[in-house]
């Protein structure tokens, strides 16, 4: 390994341990640690100090960050508890939000001040679920009426954009690329149906004998399966964020009962360890400080995305849960909905590289998907706060992840 890319490495690692210390630090602020650790990729990266640049085997590690990042949201999906009322209201509150996206995309374009209206529209309308579940974890409001609904409003802002990703900006004819998504879906949803079916004694207990030695055998299974799906959609010209939101979702199936939480506190090592920070802090180092300050205007937009994203997800999330929930419920909702950032961080670097945004409008989403991230699911979780022992205040809150 050259001595320039274990200096990189270096610098990375240092930034994702200070990133943790600074986020306990800032935890009565309540700083989400992905803010601090893209700050601190933008400090250290070509446009800062220069201590570290993104070489292509840091990039690699930067996107199998990325992948477990979409792995972990996809595995942290209950099916069970969003199936039914959460799932069919997050899937008309997507549509709406992807009217209102592409409205506002349309006008944009109608005024020279983008260059695509797909490419706007569908950064708009993703949310941050894998950001937002440590955060909610952390608060414990994942088990509550109201998490129930953000885990459903999140899985459709990650899995409805990749799905629009694969199909309209891949670069595959739209017909070809649908025909490619359905192939793509049926072979997940037969990995499904085998994951959930009764599993031989034998395997069983050589899984659970495994689970605690040095072959960690559950784990291994979960990069596997990850692999074979993103090599799956890479192969069919989609998306790979769609093979490991996919694989996620079939391998919370494939846990045997009663391993569940030992897996999960293997898996949040692996993935908030050592990857995720790892594609946070790239993210940050990639940032292009310089086409958001080269103009007035980039500035200008940045708090104009931040106000877009709550109005295109949180809309939706006011005018469609007042059966679900209270008012305040409902705001909550709809500041957690209008959570963005990897999702756009994919979207602009897709837009840029094809000539379809302009490098001051991705920086200036990027830059209010951070703002986002930072400030959303603050205002959420202190409105919830204001009214718990509703229906919606939390119940059993989940450990955090930072206990042992």
Known sequence: METHTVLSLTAIAVCAVLAAMLADVFRRTRVPEVV???????????????????????????????????????????????????????????????????????????????????????????TALGTLLPILRDAGVLQTKLGAHVLAVGTLGEFGPIVAISVLLTGTHHVLALVLLVVFVVVAVGAAIVATRPKPPRLVDMLQRHLHTSSQLPVRISFMLTMVLILLAAELKLDILMGSFAAGLVFRLMVVQGDDKVVDRKLEAIGFGFLIPIFFIVSGM????????????ALIRMPIFLLLFLVVRGVPALVLYGRELSAKG???LAFF????????????????????????????????????????????????????????????????????
């Open 286 to 297: 990639r940032f292009d400080l310089d086409a958001l300050f080269a103009s007035p205007k």
């Open 337 to 404: 909905s209008g959570t963005a950032l990897p999702l756009v961080v994919v979207i602009t670097q897709l837009g840029v590289s094809s000539g379809r945004m302009l490098p001051e409008n991705a920086a200036s989403l990027v830059g209010a998907a951070m703002i986002s991230v930072l400030v959303y699911p603050l205002v959420g979780l202190a409105i919830d706060r204001r009214h718990s022992g509703t229906d919606e205040a939390a119940v059993n809150p989940i450990t955090s992840l930072s206990e042992p």
């Open 330 to 332: 409902r705001l909550s």
């Open 36 to 126: 601090v650790l893209l700050v601190l990729g933008i400090l250290i990266g070509p446009q800062g100090l220069h201590l570290a640049t993104v070489e292509p085997s840091i990039s690699s590690l930067a996107e199998l960050g990325l992948a477990f990042l979409m792995f972990m949201a996809g595995y942290e999906i209950n099916l069970e508890r969003i199936k039914g009322r959460p799932m069919a209201l997050a899937t008309v509150g997507w549509l709406a939000s992807v009217a209102l996206a592409l409205g506002i995309g349309w006008v944009l374009v109608s005024t020279g001040k983008a260059l695509n209206t797909l490419v706007i529209g569908m950064a708009l309308t993703t």
